[in-house]
């Protein structure tokens, strides 16, 4: 195929509270999906044991990453307790000219922005079944004080407010339905005909074997 | 739940050359598919034997159907070959209402219509794989005259030239696939944030078990 037929990927942005199960449902979903890239984030933190560069994260010193924020060559970041977390705009861009899909996961402000300039992306919630059991999850877990976990709950409800700014929602209750519901939605959106090529259109209407 | 909660349903609007596999992929999907209604047409021609009022067809006089679309009762109609063929409106908006999904199979033309008539309308285009097989698969049915077949080739040229003016495109290459991608689209449409309701935010915002 002509590398100039190529479709351009989509790009899709994952949002929901710490402990919805994000991370869960794309670690099940992604390898049943062909095409489908999984963004990393660049950081500032520090590289903990087992940590890659390039895996993980990208690990940048404040004074790189600084200089990415003045050159404006992140989709979007965030001070968060004292380190920068931000999305590398070259590798997203890249992927998706080279016809693959994207799939970044971010908090409520960071999709806003990356939907403020990519305003084609497709954005998708993934709500708990209530806060309550939200709650009983974060417990569970039991990595978390109790200041954190009052914390997260407290980003869950804003971002729930904001439900409707996306364009999908999943409901993360039982995980095998969040998990065939997250794949559903990514196999319709490359259905969308708005994707064809002229060359596609050009196979439906050949009369030739 | 309260009768003004219920979500309204979401019509689809399934189109496609004859012998292109509508019917089959419909049939196979549907019976997974919970709350989905088939809406069934309206026609003037003959009842053939089996076929019952209300089954395969409304079945109604010349009088009857031109004071129906007299009334503006129809979402779209069409003369075809000396007989009427049309969609009454009451029972898919009545459906609707219900919040029952609704699943309607028409021409390009009247697809058309309906999206003009209701704009949130889900626009479902069946693609051959080629018309090379399409042709291939209407000589296979042995059941149409060379003028019929090439009426259908012609027809179907048509409306794969409006191929982007529907929201998906499915190409029929592998049932099994095709039949996966519609219900994938139909999962996907009725996970949109914009369904949600008040009561569903409420639910997602729960504190209490």
């Keep these: ?10 790009l899709f942005v ?17 390898p049943a999906i062909d095409g489908m890239v999984y963004s990393i984030s660049a ?8 940590e890659v ?15 990415m924020i003045e050159r ?19 590798p997203v861009r890249q992927a998706m000219d080279d016809g693959s ?5 971010l908090e409520l402000v960071g999709a806003r922005e990356v939907k403020r300039k990519i305003p084609e992306a497709v954005m998708l919630f993934i709500a708990p079944p209530s806060l309550y059991e939200l709650e009983r999850r974060l417990r569970g877990r039991g990595t978390d ?7 997260r709950l407290a ?9 409707r700014e996306f364009d999908y929602a999943i409901v993360n209750d039982v995980l095998e339905d969040a998990v065939g519901l997250f794949t559903s939605i990514i196999r319709a959106e490359r259905a969308r005909a708005s994707h064809l090529q002229d060359s596609d259109v050009a196979d439906f209407l050949r009369e030739q074997g």
């Design 101 to 105: 899909d994207v799939l970044l996961e």
């Design 1 to 10: 195929m002509d590398e100039a037929q190529h479709r351009k990927g989509i």
């Design 155 to 163: 980003r869950a409800r804003d971002e729930i407010r904001a439900v």
């Design 72 to 90: 404006d060559e992140l989709l979007e970041y965030a001070d968060y307790v004292g380190d920068y977390y931000g999305t590398p705009s070259l």
């Design 145 to 151: 004080s109790e200041a954190k976990i009052q914390k």
């Design 43 to 50: 950081t500032t933190r520090g590289r903990r044991p087992g």
């Design 53 to 67: 560069h390039g895996e993980q994260y990208y690990f940048y010193d404040r004074t790189t990453f600084e200089g």
């Design 14 to 30: 994952m949002t929901g509270a710490s402990g919805v199960g994000k991370d869960t449902i794309r670690r099940a979903a992604l």
